[in-house]
């Protein structure tokens, strides 16, 4: 492997409005490395990944990029000096084959017409290169969203890029999807392409990363090899302090039945599907994305019908299967899209929390002020939300904030069996801590908690008991004692 | 970022002036117009010009205010100026050839605004037909309702005792005028204060959030849109009581008009967001709008490209700052 500095960025700083994004960064890329860059939401990463993309001007510092200096003006500029990034959101046509979508805006003609056997045999010697099992022909809707970021690679590839940059690629995929995505990098490793890669999931890192960089508040903490740092290391470095334990679990007496699920059933994605929850207890639900998780969650939230089965709360059968039934019945959701699902973002945190128990800060029918604040602020201080006041726009805070509104609105009504979709997706390391301290909280007050996740590691840390999904049955039950990642995948794969 | 950070350090006299005008921008050309208007006619700023622009723009705001819950809601009603034109030519029919009194016939004529409404809110939530185009249908069937009823003639020989309504004052204050207050605060305090005004923000906000929070988006739609039929219709009654005849062709375009003056009044077109008081502000700029081309001598087919071209550029703005906050 070659030691040769691809890309050296030297004292860059980035400064908006009452914020400094970046401080005096300064860092080596070198050539044929896959580079990992990391740090909490907020930490500066996006900010210097659109500074090397063109969209955001430097305030400060140098870039030099294959010996010559760097100062893209725009993302096409950027692409035409060697680096381009791809993005957590895909920005393909779907409707297009793959091969026009490879060379979308520069068709390959002869004689002003589209050639279209060239320009299907061009992208077909790119999927090649990275040995995707994919024909160029192909339309991009009927690709998995990992085929969709290969194709965004070839894409990025047949620019002649020397640096690629890929946001959080992994985000998104299920570990199947990880695995082709994962192979594709060591493949273009492998023909000496430098990668820049931004995650938060930390296993990946040890896989894949040669070096690391970590970020905090806009600081460079340090540059390292990966070789010398552990999980442990890094996190702290990424937090600024030692987390002395990253699932604060406790034991919690499991007390009387509170949710039983009998033979639920909807469609391909629930089927059959039984099991109880206690007063005191996590009970997570593993299982790939598209396993029927959510959609078992919504089916006993009463947001979607069931198509038979029962659902008992505390004793009593749920009839009607509606939310309005359910929320009346002291069952809450905190969904899998805090943005499009849980929040309304143009309102403010007030008016968020205040949502589902609106009934309690009525006067004569009336919205009474001093109720809704009252209200509000008791659920700012106890979960201890960051905002400047209870009036700011929900928008406007960060997800593990945005996630602690979720979880007020729910709380107002004091629920009793509180079903959290993907609890901790996009919350960095320090408020996923946070997160985690809730639920122990809640199940400590009595309250069963439901905990669908894909991150097994907060599952094994954090429930007390495991129900295994796969293509929308149960495929396996087992308490963490005894569970091990291997055990669940095993479960989650095939029965 | 947005304005809720630079809080200013010295707090004077000024910064809750300031901050009223940042949360009505349109405020500022309200005021700017009526200065110009003042310099260009004397009488402009008399008691009697502002009550009469006030009743000028009346009917067109109560029109705005059911428009504004619907675009708060998250639809959008092209129909309301086909329902003036039918509620009006069912109040006057009612009158005159059903032989109903007034009161009768003007509650059927907010009923069948009622209805309509309904209609719309029906094929936008349930059925899920675009607003658009759901409420475009709705247009075509009430204004042909409205020909067919009347043969595309006028009905006149309307009883005096209505004409307080359009051309009545109370404490010199014109009847349209007050009832438009009245709307206008009844509209505010729904939106404001009561439960079912927060759900409407809420369903337009976000509707798959507001779900999963318990609230009946589709009903909390549907009576948006019939809010909005009953407003129309009143707004017809006024028209056929200040014309004293009931005209087929009433409120032509009058929706165009109104979503002019929601539009520039703050409300934002994705739904979700905007104050009634800013409507208001809107309806009057629309109002003064006419009013000073009318003065100097614009003619109507102008005014027209003048309207149009305030509400291109009214909209442009909203998904200008929309772009802009979702960047943020």
């Not at chain 1, 035409?80 to 084959?97: C, F, P």
């Not at chain 1, 999927?127 to 990025?156: F, G, H, T, Y």
């Not at chain 1, 998104?172 to 931004?198: C, P, W």
Request: some cysteine; hydrophobic content about 45%.
């Amino acid at each position: 492997m070659s030691e040769k500095v691809l890309l050296e960025i030297n004292g860059v700083s980035k400064s908006f409005p009452g914020v400094k994004a970046l401080d005096n960064i300064s860092f080596c890329v070198k050539e044929g490395h896959i580079h990992a860059l990391i740090g909490e939401n907020g930490a500066g990463k996006s900010t210097l990944i659109k500074i090397l993309d063109g969209i955001y001007k430097p305030d400060a510092g140098t870039m030099t990029f294959s010996g010559k200096s760097l100062s893209p003006r725009t993302p096409l500029d950027a692409q035409k000096q060697g680096i381009s990034v791809v993005h957590q959101e895909i920005k393909l046509v779907d409707a297009l084959s793959i091969a026009e979508n490879i060379f979308l805006g520069r068709p390959k003609t002869s004689h002003n017409l589209i050639d279209w056997k060239k320009l299907n045999r061009e992208a077909q010697v790119l999927l090649d290169s990275l040995e995707a099992n994919l024909r160029a022909e192909i339309a991009v809707r009927n690709l998995s969203i990992a085929q969709k970021q290969i194709v965004e690679i070839c894409k990025a590839m047949s620019y002649n890029v020397k640096l690629l940059i890929m946001d959080e690629p992994s985000a998104a995929l299920t570990i199947k999807e990880q695995e082709i995505l994962f192979r594709t990098m060591r493949v273009l490793k492998a023909k000496g392409l430098t990668i820049i890669y931004i995650s938060h999931r930390l296993e990946e890192i040890f896989n894949l990363a040669d070096e690391v960089t970590v970020l905090r508040d806009g600081c460079l903490v340090d540059t390292m090899p990966i070789d010398n740092v552990d999980r442990k290391r890094l996190i702290s470095m990424m937090v600024g302090r030692e987390l002395e334990n990253e699932y604060p679990k406790e034991k919690v007496a499991i007390g009387e039945v509170l949710l039983d699920v009998k033979n639920l059933c909807r469609g391909r994605m629930v089927k059959n599907i039984s099991f109880q929850l206690h007063r005191g207890e996590i009970l997570g639900i593993a299982g790939l994305i598209g396993s029927g998780r959510t959609e078992t969650a919504r089916v006993i939230f009463g947001a979607d019908k069931k198509e038979k089965g029962t659902v008992l709360i505390k004793g009593k059968e749920l009839k009607k299967q509606t939310v309005t039934e359910s929320i009346q019945n002291k069952i809450a959701l905190v969904p899998e899209d805090r943005r499009s699902q849980g929040l309304i973002l143009g309102m403010s945190v007030k008016e968020n929390i205040s949502l589902v128990g609106i009934d309690h800060i009525l006067k004569n029918k009336i919205i009474n002020n001093r109720l809704e604040k009252i209200m509000a602020l008791n659920f700012i201080n106890k979960l201890r939300i960051q905002t400047p006041d209870e009036e700011r726009e929900v928008k406007y805070l960060s997800g593990g904030n945005q996630q602690k509104v979720v979880l007020s609105k729910w709380l107002a009504v004091d629920s009793d069996v509180i079903i959290f979709d993907e609890p901790t997706r996009g919350i960095d390391v320090g408020a996923k801590a946070e997160i985690y301290r809730l639920l122990v909280a809640l199940a400590r007050a009595g309250k069963g908690v439901i905990m669908i996740s894909s991150e097994l590691p907060e599952l094994l840390g954090m429930a007390d008991r495991i129900i295994v999904m796969h293509e929308g049955r149960i495929s396996g039950e087992i308490y963490s004692n005894d569970a091990t990642q291997e055990k669940i995948l095993d479960m989650a794969i095939s029965h | 970022m947005d304005r809720h950070q630079e809080q200013p350090q010295s707090r004077n006299f000024f910064t809750p002036i300031l901050r009223w005008f940042d949360d009505y921008p349109i405020a500022l050309a309200v005021i700017g117009l009526c200065v110009i208007m003042s310099l260009i006619s004397s009488s402009f700023l008399s008691f009697n010009n502002i009550m009469n622009v006030l009743r000028q723009i009346s009917m067109i705001a109560i029109l705005a205010a059911g428009q504004f819950l619907v675009l708060v809601a998250g639809g959008i009603d092209i129909s309301l100026g086909s329902i003036v034109g039918l509620a009006g030519i069912i109040f006057s029919m009612g009158m005159v050839k059903w032989g109903m009194a007034p009161i009768v016939a003007a509650l059927l004529a907010v009923f069948i605004g009622g209805i309509s409404g309904f209609f719309n809110g029906f094929q936008d939530a349930i059925v899920g037909i675009p607003a658009m185009i759901a409420t475009l249908g709705t247009q075509g069937v009430a204004r042909g309702l409205t020909y067919v009823l009347t043969n595309a003639y006028p009905i006149s020989d309307l009883p005096e005792s209505i004409s307080f309504l359009g051309r009545g004052y109370l404490l010199s204050i014109p009847w349209p005028v007050i009832i438009m207050l009245i709307v206008f605060l009844i509209i505010g305090f729904i939106s404001q204060k009561t439960k079912f005004g927060r759900f409407v923000y809420a369903s337009g906000g976000n509707p798959e959030a507001a779900y999963l929070s318990g609230i009946k988006v589709k009903k909390v739609k549907i009576t948006t849109y019939v809010i909005a039929g009953c407003l129309a219709s009143l707004s017809g009654i006024i028209l056929v009581s200040r014309l004293a005849s009931g005209q087929p062709n009433a409120g032509i375009g009058w929706e165009f008009e109104a979503i002019i003056a929601v539009i520039i009044g703050g409300v934002s077109l994705a739904g979700g967001k905007g104050k009634i008081f800013g409507v208001l502000l809107g309806a009057i700029l629309v109002g003064l709008l006419t009013n000073g081309m009318t003065l100097l001598n614009v003619s109507s087919y102008y005014q027209q490209i003048v309207k149009g071209l305030v509400l291109v550029f009214a909209v442009g703005l909203d998904v200008y700052q929309t772009r802009k906050q979702n960047k943020a």
